[in-house]
């Protein structure tokens, strides 16, 4: 998705002045245009992540835009104080960009991994997080947090492919109809359910995609179908706590009356002491391949 991401910001260069473009020495082969688009406007302020959001809060503060790109455990984790202190508390128009979510940096290891991102940066005041899941998700993401007078974070992964059209990014969208249980998921690990080879398990899930958060309430129609179906499972490349499962939990603990089966398929971090590619690290934690076909199979026949 950087590519994507690039594309957006050099469209949104014209129209916006204000706009500042700050990298913390990532972005080879993927910002370059940005680079030479922005000219003056693109910093690179070096590996220093802390000053670097503490800088951007600084122009943001004086009425500049500024994009903050790196890694997504650099970009959050590293200066996470200083997006909560310098950005959040005074609710400044930063927007942090984080490349390779989850697993998305396989074998560099979970030091370059973040599996609780969404956790951490959708507890802050003022903030939202928006996941894309397929490609043309994240020019409609970065229009939507350029409009946004609040902070924002992207996170930003390796898109899912659809062979079918769904609607355009936002909150809640239904990506395909099922016949017996809602999964529900973020990001583009929901395209591995749809990459499942056995076409009677896919036409038994109704799945949904949730693009943006904090998500205070369930859709009407999600809320309808549950009424039928009432087995829901949630799907993220993400610990549980404070990510998906433990959100969609309790929407349903509060909206639904009647009994719902509930099961959560999240990143569990590294069973196996082990690491290996973005898949590796996926089928391991039963996001994907045969591990994932036979939970979600079991699930629906129970």
């Not at 082969?29 to 000053?51: P, S, T, W």
Request: charged share 20%; proline share 5%; glycine share 8%.
């Amino acid at each position: 998705m950087r590519k994507e991401f690039a594309r957006a910001m050099v469209g949104l260069h014209k129209d916006h002045p204000e706009y500042i473009f700050l990298t913390g020495d990532l972005g080879y082969m993927a910002l370059e245009k940005v680079r030479d688009i922005y000219q003056k406007k693109f910093i690179n302020v070096g590996v220093a992540e802390q000053n670097m959001v503490s800088f951007a809060a600084g122009l943001a503060y004086e009425g500049f835009v500024p994009w903050v790109y790196s890694i997504a455990p650099f970009a959050i984790l590293r200066p996470y104080e200083q997006i909560r202190n310098d950005v959040c508390l005074h609710n400044l128009p930063v927007k942090i960009v984080g490349n390779g979510g989850g697993y998305g940096y396989g074998i560099m290891g979970a030091t370059h991994h973040t599996l609780e991102d969404i956790a951490v940066m959708r507890v802050l005041p003022n903030m939202k997080v928006y996941v894309p899941f397929i490609a043309s998700d994240v020019e409609e993401a970065v229009r939507m947090m350029a409009d946004d007078p609040s902070p924002n974070y992207l996170r930003l992964n390796l898109a899912a492919k659809l062979n079918h059209t769904i609607e355009s990014f936002q909150q809640w969208r239904k990506v395909k109809d099922g016949k017996r249980v809602i999964i529900i998921g973020t990001g583009p690990v929901i395209g591995n359910i749809l990459d499942i080879p056995d076409q009677s398990i896919i036409d038994d899930c109704e799945i949904w995609c949730v693009g943006i958060f904090p998500i205070h309430e369930l859709p009407l129609e999600l809320v309808s179908s549950l009424a039928g179906k009432r087995m829901v499972l949630t799907i993220e490349e993400h610990y549980g706590q404070c990510g998906l499962n433990e959100t969609i939990s309790r929407l349903l603990l509060s909206t639904i009356s009647h009994p719902v089966m509930f099961k959560s398929l999240h990143a569990k971090g590294y069973p196996s002491g082990k690491v290996g590619s973005q898949k590796w690290h996926q089928e391991e934690n039963d996001l994907a391949g045969e591990s994932l076909r036979r939970i979600i199979k079991e699930y629906v026949h129970n």
